[in-house]
């Protein structure tokens, strides 16, 4: 079945801090990835959609430059958290679509908490 | 826009005893829709899912649901948990966007907590 691996699990930074999520597909081309965050107890919300070779679509509310997307393959999309604050601690999970008509298939997950 | 209401935010239910999560959706076309399991600090696995035809729909783990378009409703059930069972599971309608990637929207999930 469809495989996608985020890295790293877990991180835990000072503020301040850039951090990077990465999201892979490792077993199919991912025309479109997806972000979204989960705060504690709460649904998950898309924070972005990322297509392979042009920039990614934010959500409205969604800090463009807080939160930089880029997807330079058709197999990683990364997430850059920049100059991260607690406010920024939350669960992010990727997603990647093999094509717009299949279901996604979502990473583990990153867990960030910024101190 | 699209918008998936679970109203139980919070079901226990004993080992062996079946199961139904409520799921309401609305949606101004024919829905794609789907439930999502997601284990504690994980991410999220698909159960089942329903794009067109026979609107009882089979998943994985002894899963079913049943799309009812006069009720906006897309029930999961189960007619005997078992304790692995226990997790946060999230009903999810796709709405098409820009570039004809579909997006999800998400209910706000239901905990399920199986009693032994």
């Known amino acids: 079945g469809a495989v996608v691996s985020q890295h790293p699990s877990r991180v835990i930074c000072k503020s301040g801090t850039s951090v990077k999520i990465e999201c892979r597909s490792l077993d199919f081309q991912a025309t479109t990835m997806f972000w979204y965050r989960q705060f504690p107890k709460q649904s998950l919300m898309l924070m972005a959609t990322s297509n392979e070779g042009s920039k990614a679509t934010y959500e409205q509310g969604v800090e463009k430059d807080k939160f930089l997307i880029n997807h330079a393959s058709l197999t990683l999309s990364t997430l850059t958290v920049t100059s991260a604050h607690p406010e920024d601690s939350s669960f992010y999970i990727c997603s990647a679509k093999r094509t717009p008509s299949q279901p996604q298939h979502f990473g583990d997950g990153t867990r960030l908490s910024i101190l | 826009a699209q918008s998936v209401t679970q109203p139980d935010i919070h079901i226990t239910v004993s080992e062996g005893a079946s199961l139904e999560l409520r799921c309401n959706y609305s949606?101004?076309?024919?829905?794609?829709l789907f439930w999502y399991v997601q284990s504690p600090g994980q991410g999220l696995q698909l159960l089942l899912k329903?794009?067109?035809?026979?609107?009882l729909v089979q998943g994985i783990k002894g899963f079913e649901a049943e799309f009812k378009r006069s009720q906006s409703s897309f029930n999961l059930r189960k007619p005997s948990v078992h304790w692995s069972d226990a997790a946060e599971y999230f009903c999810?309608?796709?709405?098409?966007?820009?570039?004809?990637?579909?997006?999800?929207?998400f209910g706000s999930g239901t905990q399920l907590t199986v009693l032994p």
């Open positions: 949606y101004g076309a024919t829905p794609y």
């Open positions: 999810a309608v796709a709405a098409i966007s820009s570039g004809s990637a579909r997006q999800l929207t």
């Open positions: 329903y794009f067109s035809g026979d609107t």
